[in-house]
């Protein structure tokens, strides 16, 4: 059975702190992991990686990819309480239209 | 573009009771998704269409739920009758196509609470 996998499930954090987020993943015909950010509204979307190795960096968040050990990394430097949020890391796989398979997410909560 | 658009935003109702979820994906995107969230079980799919045909309900927990799509730009999620188990929130997404790289648009969500 597919499955994604994050840990920790919630983390608490003090601003200016770094904070690294996982994301496993067992699934077939992988295509793509995606990291998203959701406050109190819908998931808004944050990276998509396909490529072993190559980060993806935007701002102070950043994430790469290891395909061959199955997993991502997500990582924020610097905290600020804007950052507090789930996190979601979601798998896409070849299939046409196939729906993305989400983890459990990561609540992280940054405090002043 | 206006992006997903779901309605109603917030829906209290009393057990037993029919609850409808309406969503208009954004214009142009071949396929609609409908997941539900909540804090045990994350996010999980129920049903997806494509075209307008629904491919895979496999993520449908049971007979009380059913999902339509009549046409490209309109798809409706119903509970009957409502439990209290199905307080949840409701996302519908959509993509435009299998090349757009799992790119997906979430709708701002249907919170449902179920009393």
């Known amino acids: 059975e597919d499955k994604v996998v994050q840990s920790p499930l919630s983390l608490v954090v003090h601003e200016g702190d770094t904070v690294t987020l996982n994301c496993s993943y067992e699934?077939?015909?992988?295509?793509?992991l995606l990291w998203y950010k959701q406050e109190k509204k819908a998931p808004t979307f944050l990276f998509m990686l396909?490529?072993?190795?190559i980060e993806k960096k935007s701002g102070r968040l950043s994430s790469i990819l290891d395909k061959k050990e199955l997993f991502s990394i997500l990582n924020i430097t610097a905290t600020q309480t804007g950052d507090s949020a789930i996190y979601l890391c979601?798998?896409?796989?070849?299939?046409?239209?196939?729906?993305?398979?989400f983890g459990k997410g990561t609540t992280l909560s940054v405090s002043s | 573009d206006a992006g997903v658009i779901q309605s109603p935003r917030h829906e209290v109702t009393e057990m037993g009771q029919e609850v409808t979820l309406r969503c208009k994906p954004i214009s142009g995107h071949d396929y609609l998704f409908w997941y539900r969230q909540t804090m045990m079980r994350g996010l999980e799919l129920l049903i997806y269409f494509n075209n307008n045909v629904p491919i895979d309900d496999s993520g449908m927990p049971e007979d009380r739920f059913s999902a339509k799509m009549p046409n490209a730009s309109f798809s409706t999620l119903k509970i009957q009758p409502s439990e209290p188990r199905d307080s949840a929130v409701y996302f519908c997404?959509?993509?435009?196509?299998?090349?757009?790289?799992?790119?997906?648009?979430f709708g701002e969500g249907s919170w449902l609470t179920v009393v």
């Open positions: 979601a798998v896409g796989r070849h299939q046409a239209g196939t729906a993305l398979i």
């Open positions: 699934v077939t015909n992988f295509r793509s």
């Open positions: 997404a959509s993509i435009r196509d299998r090349i757009s790289g799992n790119t997906i648009y």
């Open positions: 396909t490529s072993s190795g």
